[in-house]
């Protein structure tokens, strides 16, 4: 079996849980895995096989650490953010541009903790996907 394989066979991960904090601990090691390339890509490295013995922890999504990704996505939805995310990552995993969507003019927003914007920018994207000007 992998990771998901016993997620699914303990009843599913709660609505907090995070796809991207899973802890398989293992005769004194721990193994950090992120679900999601596996989950919207089905990139199996990222959903190892567990062992007997093993202990798989899921970490909750901190709300103060999440990514929201909407509009002309094909499946809008609200992310863990992980170091060395960036734009083009969050457009794969919401499987990619709609179509009709305007690829010269895509948002990106910060807020800081109290929901204020601290930055706004506009990027573009090549017809392949690619986000031009792609920040972390």
Request: net charge positive.
């Amino acid at each position: 079996f992998r990771v998901s394989d016993i997620i699914d066979l303990s009843g599913g991960a709660s609505t907090k849980a995070s796809k991207r904090s899973v802890t398989i601990f293992r005769k004194g090691n721990e193994i950090l895995i992120d679900l999601l390339p596996f989950y919207t890509n089905g990139d199996f490295n990222s959903n190892p096989y567990v062992r007997g013995g093993d202990v798989i922890r899921i970490g909750v999504q901190d709300a103060k650490n999440v990514i929201s990704c909407f509009g002309a996505v094909q499946r809008p939805g609200e992310f863990s953010f992980h170091e060395g995310d960036s734009i083009s990552n969050m457009i794969k995993y919401c499987f990619g541009f709609s179509a009709g969507a305007m690829l010269d003019s895509i948002e990106v927003v910060s807020l800081n903790i109290n929901g204020k914007i601290v930055e706004r920018y506009i990027c573009k994207a090549k017809n392949n996907g690619e986000i031009l000007n792609n920040k972390a």
